[in-house]
């Protein structure tokens, strides 16, 4: 008798093995039946009793896809390109073209940020040095250090991330850095996508800027009034002294203007006031001063895009002054005509202040008036800064910039020694809330934008966990009665070693901690169905082997022996499709990936040595199994 | 059970006819490619792709209706499993999740008084719908010169060069077969989404295995029928395996068809696919890579 034992202390490791790694999962479950089973303060004792237990059964359990479970998928992409804009200094017009044209490029096509950036320095015969590093420093040692903060600055987006992530408090988020600058974020359970965009793409910019003198911005604002009605002064003598350039200049003029109106100009004939001041006064018409003297303008929230559009144009920016840029508020407010308005503010374009001195932030509510707000504190240096800032500045007003947008623009009213600020203009405690979180994160280094985003229902991922399980099951029935119909007890040994092989993958997942989906249990169901064709080759060969008149012991054997070349070559093949669908899979495909090779892996093991086992010790104890 | 008795039947001695119809399926499959074309899911074509359930039942009439308000009409709209649910594409590419937003909003107006729960929703930058297409090619391209070099080692660099082709036959049939039949059975969704290329991976490795098992025969057989030619050691061969061949490829199409009933929407492009190419891949594994081995060994008897 051929000693079995080997193999068979082989086969029970195996088993005793999967279970090991199965178990958390069972744990898991069973503990969240008996949170279920619980109410009120039952379930929070149970909680606690058994808390180290219950996480560490959520650790080490199977994970559920997406698609199982329901969530998000975010795949984040670093703009790099403007973190490289924002490290320059001494941008000029040759710099911000470089900088179109790389955008442009870098839209469309697969190339990576920075060494296209660099190229087109060097096609122009450019020096780094000019806005990068100090001046004595060489193309390769500028390159060198833009390298490693792009790096870092990806790093440390992604760090942010995964703060925000943690303090929103999904269970069992996956963040990962994916090439050079791509970050995947998969958020298991969140229904509400919109805040999660926020959460994530928020840069939390926060400035504190002061707002220029209502006098100048109104100056301003009358310029470009005058400027789109054509009646600028010394505009008629800068256009004579440049006649061959008056004509494109005019027309932009006129362009300009036609994009605040829509195209829908008065005609001249019309003479109803209204008409005669959107003639006389475009700018005025949609951008109304407040009355108060405060230096804002309200535009209606219809008009918004039309203004913003306007104020972009390179014409009117040049009619700014120096360190002045608009702002827009963060919000629209309903007045009481029942129109929505945003508000135009006038800021210096240096800030005083920004994020980097926060180092806490708190949502709260007014007592005053009951509305969310966000208290921040600042370290020492801040504080003192703040303290200078304040002191100086009293009865003038300061703006809260957050990602480029006004939230509050107080008044100051005294000097602030403590370091301490706060967030008003919220619209809901929600909101606060992520404020909160992306202020304690931290400012983003460079915008994310998302290129890519899934959601999948709960619902959805309950059909498809119900229709993943009844297709196993049914597979697997089909498969263990044809198997013991067509091959009799030779079958039931193969539907035998079926089982096993099923426990063995998923022990072989819990083990490696993989993720189940729905493609995953597809490829749990075409594994039973290949696995039975290892079964089939090794009793065909039985059964020939027996015609050619060999005894049972020894057919069998020859059966196993000469049927492992052709195990061996065919499922080899279809792992090494395994292994280039893992590579090139994500998700839920390369869950069916992974449920395949282990799956094959699973299905020779078992076929070859299990039941060839079972096969041996039947003899010996006298057992004939039949083969058909 | 017997499903076979000793077979001797001759496969090899019609292959032309084969030849012929291989070819003049493939001809078929390619003609549909280039006119039909394949619908492409917004995994590769990029956009936003969104399934909605409805409380009752919506006609695609009226969703397109709602989608045309907001210059959207030219989307893909069709029911998605059930008559109650929707499936939207657009390949529109705006900033974040504006086009779904859109889509939502517009839904609403027209079904006031219908409630809808969004099952699902993608949104694919055109920059990844591009590297998907190119990972898929080259996943296909990189799995075909594995097997092909496995299969040399293994065997002789002929039989590697029969699997190869074998392959490719395979996978412009399936395309083909694909491209004929999207949109002609009603509910039965065959767009070519990452699950699909995943069903033409699979079907390569599942062609090839059972190709292997042949060849594995022929060469056993070889080593003991020295002195017979070799397609007659080649039609003994599949005979010999007739048996294994039609019952695996049988549980197999089996689970398939499981899994295209009971293994939700999701995995019907894919349990379809890979059933189609279960069928074309017992075929190929005879007549077409063992047909192949028999004529160029032939070819090469011929000339020396």
Known sequence: MRNQLPRIILIIAAVALSIVFLWPTYQDYNYRRQLNARHGQDSVAYLEQHQDDILNAKLKRIKLGLDLQGGMRVVLEVDLLQFLDDLAKNKDDNFLAIVRDVRNEAATSEVTVLPLFIRKFQERGIRLSRYFGSIRDDDAKITAMLQDESEKAVDRAIEIVRNRVDQYRVSEPNIQKQGGRRIIVELPGVKDENEVRQLLQGTAKLEFRLLKDPQISYRVMETIDKYLTGKLEGDSTAAASATAEKKPEAQKQRDALSELTGGTAPAAADTTTEARFLREHPFFSYVHPDQRGSGEGYVDAKDKDRVVRLLERPEVQRLLPPDFQFVWSAKSQQFADGVKRFMLFAVRQTAELTGGVVVDARASVDPEDNRPIVNMEMNSEGSRDWARITGANINKRIAIILDNAVYSAPVVQTKITGGRSRITGMETPNEARLLEIVLKAGALPAPVAIIEQRSVGPSLGEDSIRSGLSSTLLALVMTVLFMVLYYHSGGAVADFALLFNILFIMGVMAGFQATLTLPGIAGIVLTIGMAVDANVLVNERIREEMEGGKTLRAAIDAGYSKAFAAIFDSNITTFLTGIVLYQFGTGPVQGFALTLMIGIAASMFSAIIITHVVFNIMTDKGVIPNFG | ?304
């Open chain 2, 1 to 304: 059970m017997r499903l076979f008795k000793k077979t001797t039947i001759d496969f090899l001695v019609k292959r032309r006819f084969w030849y012929l119809v291989s070819s003049a399926m493939m001809a078929v499959g390619v003609v549909s490619l280039f006119t039909k074309g394949i619908s492409l899911g917004i995994d590769f074509r990029g956009g936003t792709e969104l399934v909605v359930a409805f409380s009752d039942r919506v006609e695609v009439r009226d969703v397109r209706i709602a989608l045309d308000k907001i210059g959207l009409g030219r989307s893909e709209i069709k029911s998605y499993g059930s008559d109650r649910n929707i499936l939207i594409r657009s390949t529109e590419q705006a900033e974040g999740t504006t086009i779904g937003d859109r889509i939502k909003d517009a839904l609403q107006k027209q079904f006031p008084d219908k409630k809808f729960d969004v099952l699902k929703e993608d949104k694919i930058g055109p920059k990844i719908g591009k590297e998907l297409r190119r990972d898929a090619l080259y996943a296909i391209i990189w799995s075909m010169l594995a097997i092909m070099g496995y299969i040399a080692i293994r065997f002789k660099f002929t039989y590697g060069l029969g699997a190869v082709i074998a392959i490719v036959h395979d996978v412009f049939t399936t395309f083909g077969f694909l491209s004929i039949l999207n949109g002609v059975i009603p509910g039965l969704n065959l767009d070519i989404t990452q699950e699909v290329i995943a069903a033409f991976l699979t079907l390569i490795g599942v062609s090839v295995n059972d190709t292997v098992v042949i060849f594995d025969r022929i060469r056993e057989n070889e080593k003991i029928y020295r002195s017979m030619p070799l397609d007659k050691v080649m039609n003994k061969s599949l005979n010999d395996t007739l048996s294994r061949t039609i019952i695996t490829s049988g549980t197999i199409f089996l689970v398939l068809v499981i899994l295209l009933l009971f293994g939700g929407e999701v995995n019907r492009g894919f349990a379809f696919t890979l059933g189609f190419g279960i069928v074309t891949g017992t075929y190929s594994s005879i007549y077409v890579a063992s047909a192949f081995v028999a004529d160029w060994n032939l070819l090469r008897k011929k000339k020396s």
